[in-house]
């Protein structure tokens, strides 16, 4: 898979949004990995890590995010579903899981629900490992600060006004990557 080549699809202009993607998936993908060469135990397919945490947030352009150069219609919220589907119909489902299950600490059904997010009633939590480390590493960088890695405090103070249970999730996977 050609992950540059799906970039240079949906993002073809050299423009400050390709700019904000591109650099705060390279930050992830390049945590992501370092996570992954420290837990060879793990087993971790690092070259999917690569590819799926730079298309994680390829979804964006579609969203109204003004403050981040997004430019579209649709809740921020969505952009993994949204991302999840293009990746989907590229022909690759696994990455797209990893699109539509990276937001937050992953949703689940009931948050979903509760929240009354306008996402499809379904579960959207990282499930493989891999999944749980692009989902992990992701929040650790904003796309209004790209030159800048959260601490883990400060990561875990930004997944805490989500609610709880992501918080919860977090902590376990900070308990198997660090």
Same mark, same amino acid.
């Given at each position: 898979?050609?992950?540059?080549?799906?970039?240079? #699809?949906? @993002?073809?202009?050299?423009?400050?949004?390709?700019? =904000?993607?591109?650099?705060?998936?390279?930050?992830?993908?390049?945590?992501?990995?370092?996570?992954?060469?420290?837990?060879?135990?793990?087993?971790?397919?690092?070259?999917?890590?690569?590819?799926?945490?730079? *298309?994680?947030?390829?979804?964006?352009?579609?969203?109204?995010?003004?403050? =981040?150069?997004?430019?579209?219609?649709?809740? @921020? =919220?969505?952009?993994?579903?949204?991302?999840?589907?293009?990746?989907?119909?590229?022909?690759?489902?696994?990455?797209?899981?990893?699109?539509?299950?990276?937001?937050?600490?992953? *949703?689940?059904?009931?948050?979903?629900?509760?929240?009354?997010?306008?996402?499809?009633?379904?579960?959207?939590?990282?499930?493989?490992?891999?999944?749980?480390?692009?989902? @992990?590493?992701? #929040?650790?960088?904003?796309?209004?600060?790209?030159?800048?890695?959260?601490?883990?405090?400060?990561?875990?103070?930004?997944?805490?006004?989500?609610?709880?249970?992501?918080?919860?999730?977090?902590?376990?996977?900070?308990?198997?990557?660090?």
């Amino acid at each position: 898979m050609d992950y540059q080549a799906i970039i240079n #699809k949906y @993002y073809g202009d050299d423009n400050a949004l390709r700019h =904000i993607l591109v650099v705060h998936s390279r930050a992830v993908a390049d945590k992501a990995l370092r996570i992954a060469d420290a837990h060879p135990e793990l087993d971790i397919d690092k070259r999917f890590v690569e590819e799926a945490a730079m *298309l994680h947030d390829i979804g964006i352009f579609r969203c109204d995010a003004p403050g =981040i150069e997004c430019r579209g219609t649709e809740p @921020y =919220i969505c952009h993994g579903h949204i991302g999840a589907d293009l990746l989907r119909d590229e022909g690759f489902p696994r990455h797209a899981r990893v699109c539509e299950r990276h937001t937050g600490a992953g *949703l689940s059904l009931e948050e979903i629900v509760s929240r009354n997010i306008p996402l499809p009633h379904l579960s959207f939590l990282p499930e493989t490992t891999e999944e749980i480390l692009v989902c @992990y590493a992701d #929040k650790f960088f904003s796309k209004t600060h790209l030159e800048y890695e959260k601490t883990l405090d400060e990561a875990e103070r930004s997944i805490a006004k989500f609610g709880r249970e992501g918080l919860i999730r977090f902590r376990q996977w900070r308990n198997m990557f660090d």
